[in-house]
């Protein structure tokens, strides 16, 4: 089996805001990576290119015995929405999504187009309830 491609690199993560164009989503990347740094009291790290990440844990794949390693806690900006990574199970969670506002979310991803779509507060909950979990390192 493969490696990730997506490691934990020595990047600088004010390079990735650098390359991207100013407008909004220029400037909600920025109102999450200070949430992120507020909430989990980490350094963030950049992830392969672009995924900006804090902590790390390891984990094995279904039938395999190779140990991966991925962050807690991400996000990347896209072309035209932000990308979350909660490493969580937010479809257990609709209930609590659907307060958070305009947004999409799969299994462990939220997809917002941007931050005035949605509450920053229900955010920052969601965000402290995946840190507050035992395995975050």
Not at 39 to 62: A, Q
Not at 78 to 93: A, G, P, S, V
Not at 96 to 118: A, E
Request: hydrophobic share 35%.
């Amino acid at each position: 089996m493969s490696e990730l491609k997506t490691k934990e690199t020595d990047i600088d993560v004010n390079r990735l805001f650098e390359n991207l164009p100013d407008n909004n989503l220029k400037r909600d990347s920025i109102v999450i990576l200070e949430i992120m740094k507020k909430l989990t009291k980490k350094e963030p790290k950049v992830w392969g290119d672009n995924f900006i990440g804090f902590g790390n844990y390891s984990y094995y794949r279904k039938n395999n015995k190779t140990e991966f390693k991925w962050f807690n806690i991400g996000f990347v900006t896209r072309k035209n929405k932000i990308t979350l990574y909660l490493t969580c199970d937010l479809t257990q969670r609709e209930d609590f999504l659907r307060k958070m506002g305009k947004c999409k979310w799969g299994k462990g991803c939220l997809h917002i187009n941007k931050l005035d779509d949605i509450n920053l507060k229900i955010l920052e909950e969601l965000i402290n309830e995946v840190k507050n979990n035992s395995w975050y390192s």
